[in-house]
């Protein structure tokens, strides 16, 4: 046995020496190494040899699996390094071609005009909040003076997911949700921009999920008139310094006073200005503040709500809603930022 593992060796090595390729390589390690090779085939006769033959040969076995797998190691290396020489050769990059112009993207118009907003209020030194869009009853209506017999329910008709889940109607749960975490504390200064969702048919100037914007501010001695100010800048940097705004009073089971918030503007082509509507506000609801654990006695407060696409078709002459939600190129490269 001694002279076979010898002569395999010898034998092996020989035929590795002139190997030419990995597939080769491969092959020959298979006949030599395999569960079926020739090393193996030799080693199933150790069964026969006496008890002080066997550790010699077994010795002998391992050198010659060692010589084999340091060749066939030597060869592998030698092939993946020829690979890798070959495919630099052939990838070679002309680093004096000219470069490809890469498309510029552009901001969404609603994420423009929300940002622009925000940016408008942080400056006033309000927090921007967010909320679920999942609300409960409770936070979305009832914390919001809006019991569940309400009749100004109707005004929102709502997607419920279980009887006290639904799709959050405005983003005021995010007003709730913040003086319940304020503890009765102020000043209390936020807008909170987001998703909601009603029941409506899709047409130029409705759909199903649209963006809010609302604000909520609470402290001592806070007036109509500060609600008025505020609103008025807002709108004067959004849509330029001659820019006015009236309120007319409204309802919201939220607010007592309310009011409708109407801006001036001109059509392209008209020489008068006219108004449009374009947000709800009015002064914080006693009840609302004593649920969220504030004393109305004490402390006052405004909110107001606004629609992101009203203003942004408003700032950005486009005619249509759904041009927000399509994905047309053609409408979004308008908006690239020079």
Known sequence: MRERLEQLKAEALEHLRSVADAKQLDELRVKYQGKKGKLTEILRGMGGLSAEERPVIGQL?????????????????????????????????????????????????????????????????YQVSEGPEVETDYHNFEALNLPKDHPARDMQDSFYITEDLL?????????????????????VKIICPGKVYRR????ATHSFQFHQIEGLVIGKNIRMSDLKGTLLQLMQELF??????????????????????????????????????????????PRVLE?????????????????????AMLKYGIDDIRHFYNNDERFLNQFARQ
């Open 61 to 125: 076995a391992n050198e010659v699996r060692d010589a084999i797998d340091a060749a066939v190691s030597a060869h592998s290396e030698r092939f993946e390094r020829e690979e890798t020489e070959r495919r630099l050769a052939s990838e070679t990059i002309d680093v004096t071609l000219p470069g490809r112009k890469l498309p510029r993207g552009a901001a969404h118009p609603l994420n423009r005009i929300i940002e622009e907003i925000e940016q408008i209020f942080i400056g006033m030194g």
């Open 167 to 187: 799709m959050r109607t405005h983003t005021s749960p995010v007003q709730v949700r913040t003086m319940q975490k304020m503890d009765g504390e102020v000043p």
């Open 200 to 203: 409506d048919d899709d047409d």
């Open 240 to 285: 330029g310094s001659d820019t006015q705004i009236r309120m007319r009073p409204s309802f919201f089971p939220f607010t007592e006073p309310s009011a409708e918030v109407d801006v001036s503007y001109r059509k392209k082509g008209a020489e008068s200005t006219g108004w449009l509507e374009v947000l709800g506000c009015g002064m914080v609801h």
């Open 291 to 311: 649920m969220s654990g504030y004393d109305p006695k004490e402390y006052s407060g405004f909110a107001f709500g606004m629609g992101a696409e009203r203003l």
